[in-house]
C-alpha cells in the first residue's frame, strides 16, 4: 500500500512541475527576466550618461571655437581654408560623433526598460486576478520603469515621443490625486517611488529641450512657442511654492563675480572664451534656485532672438537633435511609439530604476 502511494505521488509530481512551470512559474520567470533587463538598462543608462557628458564638453569646445573665429573675422562656414575654420570644423565633426554616439546609447537603454515593461506585461496580467488587480507595489515600480523609460526617450532625440509618455503619467497622477481629494484616501495616488514633481519636472525638460530643437529645425513661432509655454507653466507651478526671490542668482550674477580690487574672474561656470556651462551652474544651486533658473531659461528661449541662441549651449542632458521618427507638437496620445501610463506591475523586489535627476536640468 505504501509502495502504491509512493508510485503514484511520483508518477502525479510532474504533472505538478509542469502546471506551475505553464502557470505562476512565468509570473515568476518573468519577474526574473525582467530584473535581468533593468540591471542591464541601468548600466547602459550609467554609460550613456557618460558618453552625454563628454559630448557637451565637445558641445562647449564648438562654441568656443566659433566665437574665436568671429572675433577673428573669419567667416568658417565660407572659408573652409583659413586654419581657425578648420578648427571649427574639426570640433563640429567631433560633437556629432560624440551626440550621436551617446543618442545610441540613450536608444539602447529605453528599448531595454521598453522590452522589460513588456515582459511583465504580457505574463503577470495573465497571473493577476481582474477582480484583484496587481499589488500597488508593482503599479509604483512600473510607473518609475515608464518614467525611465520616456526619460531615455528624450535623451536618445525622440523628445516628443518622450513628452507623451511623461504627459500621461502626469495626467494619471493628477487624475488618483484629484480622486483621492475626491473620495477621501489619502494613500489613493500616492507613490513613495516616484514623486510627482519628479514626472512634473522631466516633463518640463523636455518640453524645453523639444521647443529649442523645433526653433533650431527653423520651426515657426506656432509650433514651438506653444510647447515652451508649457514648460514655463510647470516650472512656474514647481518653483512658486518655494520661490525666494531674494534667494535667486541670475544668470549674470552667478557666472561672475568680483573680487575686492574690483576686477573680475571667471567661476567654473564660464569656459574659456566667455560661454555659460549652464549646467555647472544649476550644480551649486539648491532645488529653488534651479528650478527658476532653468524657468529663466524658458524665458529666455521665448524671448531671444536666433542669432542669440546660437551662443547658449543646449542643456547638458538635451539630444544634439530629434531623432528620426520622433512625434511631433501637438499629436494625439497613441499616434507616437510613447506608450502613456501602465496598469500592470514588474517585479516586487531585485530590480530598480534610476532615481529622479532633480531639477529636470
Known amino acids: 500500500m505504501r509502495a502504491s502511494i509512493l508510485w503514484l505521488i511520483w508518477l502525479v509530481l510532474p504533472v505538478f512541475v509542469i502546471a506551475y512551470h505553464y502557470g505562476p512559474g512565468q509570473a515568476w520567470l518573468a519577474r526574473d527576466q525582467a530584473a535581468a533587463m533593468i540591471r542591464e538598462a541601468e548600466a547602459q543608462s550609467v554609460k550613456a550618461t557618460e558618453a552625454q557628458n563628454a559630448a557637451y564638453q565637445l558641445q562647449l569646445d564648438v562654441l568656443d571655437a566659433r566665437r574665436k573665429a568671429f572675433v577673428a573675422g573669419v567667416d568658417w562656414q565660407t572659408q573652409p581654408q583659413h586654419p581657425i575654420a578648420q578648427s571649427v570644423r574639426s570640433a563640429t565633426d567631433q560633437q556629432n560623433a560624440a551626440y550621436e554616439s551617446a543618442a545610441e546609447v ?8 521598453g522590452q522589460a515593461t513588456e515582459t511583465l506585461l504580457n505574463t503577470i496580467g495573465q497571473s493577476t486576478g481582474k477582480q484583484q488587480g496587481p499589488p500597488q507595489v508593482d503599479l ?4 518609475s520603469l515608464r518614467w525611465a523609460e520616456a526619460r531615455a526617450m528624450v535623451r536618445s532625440g525622440e523628445v516628443f515621443n518622450g513628452i507623451e509618455q511623461l504627459q500621461a503619467l502626469l495626467d494619471l497622477r493628477v487624475s488618483d490625486t484629484n480622486a483621492s481629494a475626491a473620495d477621501g484616501n489619502p494613500m489613493r495616488g500616492s507613490s513613495k517611488s516616484l514623486p510627482t514633481d519628479a514626472i512634473r519636472e522631466e516633463l518640463a525638460a523636455a518640453q524645453y529641450i523639444g521647443a529649442r530643437l523645433l526653433r533650431e529645425e527653423g520651426r515657426p513661432p506656432e509650433v514651438w512657442r506653444p510647447i515652451a509655454n508649457e514648460a514655463r507653466q510647470h516650472y512656474r507651478y514647481l518653483s512658486a511654492p518655494e520661490s525666494k526671490p531674494s534667494a535667486v542668482v541670475s544668470t ?11 576686477s573680475q574672474k571667471k567661476t567654473t561656470t564660464e569656459t574659456s ?14 532645488r529653488a534656485e534651479r ?15 536666433s542669432d542669440q541662441l546660437e551662443g547658449l549651449p543646449l542643456p547638458r542632458r ?31 523586489g531585485g530590480a530598480g530604476v534610476p532615481a529622479p535627476y532633480g531639477a529636470g536640468w
Open 106 to 113: 540613450w536608444h539602447a537603454t529605453a528599448e531595454l526598460y
Open 140 to 143: 509604483e515600480l512600473l510607473e
Open 252 to 262: 549674470a550674477q552667478a557666472v561672475r563675480e568680483q573680487d575686492p580690487r574690483g
Open 273 to 286: 572664451s566667455g560661454n555659460v556651462d549652464l549646467s555647472a551652474l544649476t550644480a551649486n544651486l539648491d
Open 291 to 305: 528650478l527658476q533658473l532653468n524657468l529663466e531659461q524658458v524665458l529666455n528661449l521665448e524671448q531671444s532672438t
Open 318 to 348: 538635451a539630444p544634439l537633435a530629434r531623432r528620426p521618427g520622433d512625434g511631433e507638437p501637438g499629436d494625439k496620445p497613441g499616434k507616437a511609439p510613447g506608450r502613456g501610463p501602465l496598469q500592470d506591475g514588474p517585479p516586487g
